[in-house]
């Protein structure tokens, strides 16, 4: 099966999103689920992605990635026309949608991609749906229309105040909490370091909080244990047990510490790579 | 080598003149199996045992004293006539001793590198109770692999018969699925295979390293499959991409072989395990294998850690292959932790006297208590007690025993947990219906079917953590009663 890529684009510095066709995925995949992708069918890393949304009539699905590392540069290379080596899922368990009243979803940086669907989904089913969309500066707030289309309210907030308010999402979602009725469910999916401050605010007003989990992961399918994090103290597999979990049980201080685990070897892989690349006149 | 021809052809001429008399094979030495000096083997990943030659592989079928009882057929879990393959071997007939495994193996270069031969059939060999060492009972393995690798690089392709109009689904490609697709695609089938990961092989591929099974082997089956006309997809996880039941109701596979394997590795639940540099063998081994972390930064981009000092914890193979992939990842010191006696080991024979030679450091009747970090969260360290055997358990073993006040500290900065696993959770948690026990495994008949029409079930999905030889016995099964299902379902 081949995995052309038929549209791509930038959205900020880093991050770019392209649609790829990868028609059974389309077909099976539900809000809140990721596929694992692979540059080439060789030996190579296997990136985890979100699936920030499908069109089943095309056979596609549409990935939102940042350049972080070797992987996902040589992803960011790739050109429309090209085809990626794999792309295996759904996986992760869907996200459990229903009209629960008022829902808000908070969005950090990369994360609005894998809200996405899942806030619309949460539109679709009946609920109110208040989206807050936080990055650290205006350019790297992305997918803002999109969340606009649908929210019945719509907050951005950057840390330097260059868009929206001058604020960390925490802010808003304290006020939004405090309203009365109070919402019924909150989705945080970020940073882990958002997402902990945000079930850190949410618990004071005792709003239930479901997180989405983007952790180290080899096979998806719940053999390797690399993705393992610790919720309510026992140990949990995100490609099997998650991807998303009550927020107020996960111990993210854990979390990001393995999160870090691969960061420097990553970074001296990446380094190589551009160096590679500019010897062969890739760099623009 | 010139010796070993001389005693060859005396043995030969001996044969012609009237035949062999036990005492002569008894005299007959048992033959090493040549292999990669221990320093240099620690820094490639070329296959360590290489083979017999010619010349060893007859004498040692020589050895063979063709027992009527033939016990060390009961020995096999599926059932070699292995007294044949070996006088065939001793024969020089080398295409027969392949043709007489086949007809109940169909991996014999995989199985004869692999097989725990000395709690199987070589245990029960006769030779070996006359020495009272198992360890020279006729060396069965390393005559299965040399009728294999003789056959040279091209496995026939099985006869196919007659298209039935039947569709059956493999999930997953290791060993019993390999076996379960061949054999349904034999008896006329359309099969296709579903593999989660991007190349098939399963274990094979993916666990046990390419210095002990090089994994053009086990490419070289999946070649024969594709030949036979098996479809192999790739990258397609089934409860996910369809689900059992998607399979059989919308896209009309009439039988389901489950072959999915082992999963959730089992940590110890101790102090510390969520530090960076502890991993799960599986994950670790994965890493290497399928992600050839050893070129990291050469091509190959898997992030694994680069350790320096490693304690791996577990005595099975999965233990000993995760030990010495670590050497060759260019560990400079590596231990074994292990909390019971040498004795107890689970790994084969084999593996744990190459990981000692290379230098892998043993530390038996030992267990971590706690696995310290520093202040970045980093392992720094490795908290273990002392243990010693008391009382026999319910099992009859010896229970190891904690030695109060023995807590030492091994300075390792990477911990790799390979003390088992559970059952892989994804075809349970997706198919209604599907029978599992409380450890997660799938329940089946001795036919190997499930609580579900049309489904079947084997290998370590079912077993437990097994082996490759147990696994192939029920995708053999699994098939029979597949194609017996498909012929009564006109
Ligand atoms: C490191 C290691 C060393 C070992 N050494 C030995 C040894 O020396 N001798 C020996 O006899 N045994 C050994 N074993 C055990 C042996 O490998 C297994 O018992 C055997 O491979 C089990 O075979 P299986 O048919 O159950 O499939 P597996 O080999 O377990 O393969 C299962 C396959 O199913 C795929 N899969 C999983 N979920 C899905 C899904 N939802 N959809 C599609 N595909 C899926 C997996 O990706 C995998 O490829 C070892 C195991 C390991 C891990
Ligand atoms: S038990 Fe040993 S000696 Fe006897 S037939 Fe088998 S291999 Fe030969
Ligand atoms: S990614 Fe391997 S167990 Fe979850």
């Known amino acids: ?284 | 080598m010139s010796d070993d021809r001389t005693l060859l052809n005396e043995l030969l001429e001996k044969q012609k003149a009237g035949g062999l008399k036990p005492s002569d094979r008894y005299a007959i030495p048992p033959q090493p199996m040549p292999a990669q000096e221990a320093s240099e083997r620690r820094s490639n990943i070329s296959e360590v045992a290489q083979g017999y030659t010619e010349t060893q592989a007859r004498l040692e079928a020589m050895r063979c004293l063709q027992c009527k009882t033939a016990p060390c057929m009961e020995g096999c879990p599926v059932r070699i006539r292995i007294k044949d393959f070996v006088t065939a071997i001793a024969e020089g007939q080398y295409g027969e001793a392949l043709a007489i495994i086949k007809e109940n193996s169909l991996l014999p270069a995989v199985c004869g590198r692999v097989c725990p031969q000395e709690v199987q059939c070589q245990e029960k060999c006769t030779v070996g109770k006359k020495f009272k060492d198992v360890d020279k009972a006729v060396a069965i393995g390393r005559l299965e692999r040399f009728a294999a690798d003789r056959a040279g690089a091209a496995p026939a392709v099985p006869q196919v018969a007659a298209p039935t109009g039947k569709k059956v689904a493999i999930i997953g490609s290791g060993p019993g699925s390999i076996v379960a697709a061949a054999d349904t695609r034999r008896a006329g089938h359309e099969v296709t295979v579903f593999e989660a990961f991007h190349k098939p092989g399963g274990v094979m591929v993916y666990g046990i390293p390419e210095f002990r099974l090089p994994k053009a082997i086990v490419q070289q089956e999946i070649d024969v499959l594709k030949q036979m006309g098996v479809e192999i997809v790739c990258n397609f996880v089934v409860g996910r991409t369809r689900t059992v039941d998607q399979l059989m109701k919308d896209d009309g596979f009439d039988a389901v072989y489950v072959g999915v394997g082992a999963g959730l590795p089992s940590f110890m639940n101790i102090p510390g395990e969520h530090l960076i540099g502890v991993y799960s063998a599986n994950e670790y081994l994965t890493r290497a294998n399928l992600m050839k972390a050893y070129n990291f930064g050469k091509g190959a981009d898997t992030p694994i850690a680069v350790s320096k000092r490693v304690a791996v914890l577990g005595g099975g193979n999965v233990a000993m292959d995760a030990a010495r992939t670590a050497l060759r990842l260019g560990a400079e010191k590596v231990y074994l932790v292990y909390r019971r006696s040498e004795k107890e080991m689970p790994a084969r024979l084999e593996e744990v006297h190459h990981a000692k030679e290379e230098g892998v450091d043993f530390r038996i009747l030992q267990n971590p208590k706690r696995i310290l970090g520093n202040g970045d969260g980093n392992v720094a360290g490795m908290e273990c007690l002392k243990y010693e055997l008391g009382e026999p358990d319910s099992s009859g073993r010896r229970r190891p025993v904690p030695i109060e006040g023995s807590e030492f500290t091994l300075d390792v900065d990477t911990v790799i947990v390979a003390i088992g696993n559970g059952a892989n959770p994804l075809i349970g948690q997706t198919t209604p219906g599907l029978e599992l026990n409380k450890w997660g495994n799938i329940v089946v008949d001795e036919k190997c079917k499930t609580s579900l029409e049309g489904v079947y079930a084997g290998g370590d999905i079912v077993l437990g953590a097994a082996t490759v030889i147990l696994a192939m016995g029920q995708g053999r099964t699994a098939a029979a009663a597949i194609n017996e299902y498909l012929a009564s379902k006109a």
């Open chain 1, 1 to 284: 099966m081949s995995h052309r890529i038929v549209s791509k684009k930038q959205l900020s510095e880093h991050v770019f999103t392209m649609e790829v066709e990868a028609p059974l995925v389309a077909q099976a995949r539900r809000p809140g689920q990721f596929v694992i992708v692979g540059v080439s069918d060789d030996y190579g890393e296997r990136i985890p992605l979100t699936i920030a949304g499908a069109d089943t009539a095309k056979g596609t699905i549409r990935l939102i990635w940042q350049r972080v590392g070797k992987s996902t540069s040589e992803m960011a290379d790739l050109k429309i026309g090209e085809t990626l080596g794999y792309v295996a899922g759904p996986l992760g368990k869907p996200t459990h949608i229903e009209n629960f009243g008022t829902v808000v979803c908070i969005g950090g940086g990369i994360g609005n991609a894998p809200l996405l669907p899942i806030a619309r989904g949460m539109k679709e089913a009946g609920n109110t749906v208040i989206s807050i969309l936080g990055a650290r500066t205006k350019e790297l707030v992305i997918l803002e229309d999109e969340f606009a289309a649908f929210s019945d309210e719509l907050i951005v907030v950057t840390d330097d105040g260059s868009h929206g308010r001058k604020a960390l999402v925490t802010e808003p979602l304290a006020e939004i909490c405090g309203r009365d009725p109070k919402p019924a469910l909150a989705v945080a999916i970020g940073p882990a370091i958002m997402m902990k401050f945000c079930c850190e605010t949410t618990r004071k007003f005792a709003v239930p909080t479901q997180v989405s989990l983007n952790t180290i992961m080899v096979d998806g399918t719940g053999m390797c244990g690399g993705c393992r994090v610790e919720v309510g103290g026992q140990t949990k597999f995100v490609c099997v047990d998650g991807p998303e979990f009550d927020g107020h049980e996960v111990n993210f201080d854990i979390m990001m510490k393995r999160l870090s685990a691969y960061r420097n070897l990553e970074q001296k892989a990446h380094e190589a790579y551009k160096q590679h690349r500019c010897r062969i006149g890739l760099n623009d």
